[in-house]
């Protein structure tokens, strides 16, 4: 019969170990491997949005994604690009996505929690570049 009180004080110890151990936002490698998953950008607009999963090999960034727009075509998307180390301040996350319509977007932020990727984003299409707007993106 299993001792339920050392089983509690274990589960509690491994739990309070892995509470201990918090991501260092100004880490590269930290910053990377949080970057680990699916994020969302939601437009606030019914029917429009922007799905990354990403992966990561040290710093550098790959994934798949999906996009939406309320009156315009919705598609698939690859992406791209690293974090780098920045002089001053938390290490940059930088996205490229090719959308399936042609679009071509970039991202530029930082990652101010776990689970929120703040920046600006950007892009071109037919030749026509789109200005910088703010964007957030949140962990699934």
């Known amino acids: ?29 930290d910053v990377a491997a949080e970057l680990r998953g699916t994020w969302s950008r939601d437009f606030g607009a019914p ?3 922007t799905v990354l999963v990403i992966s990561v090999q040290d710093l550098t960034l790959a994934g798949t994604g999906t996009f939406a727009n309320e009156a315009e075509p919705s598609g698939t998307l690859s992406l791209s690009r690293q974090v780098t180390t920045q002089q001053m301040g938390r ?14 977007g970039h991202f530029s932020g930082v990652l101010t929690d776990t689970n929120s990727l703040d920046g600006i984003v ?19």
């Open 1 to 29: 019969m299993p001792n339920y009180r050392q089983l509690a004080a274990a589960l509690v110890l491994a739990v309070g170990a892995a509470c201990s151990n918090p991501v260092d936002l100004n880490n590269p490698n």
């Open 47 to 49: 029917g429009s949005s």
């Open 91 to 104: 290490p940059l996350v930088q996205i490229d996505f090719a959308q399936s319509d042609g679009f071509t």
């Open 122 to 140: 950007w892009g071109s299409s037919s030749g026509m570049i789109a200005d910088p707007v703010t964007a957030t993106f949140r962990r699934q």
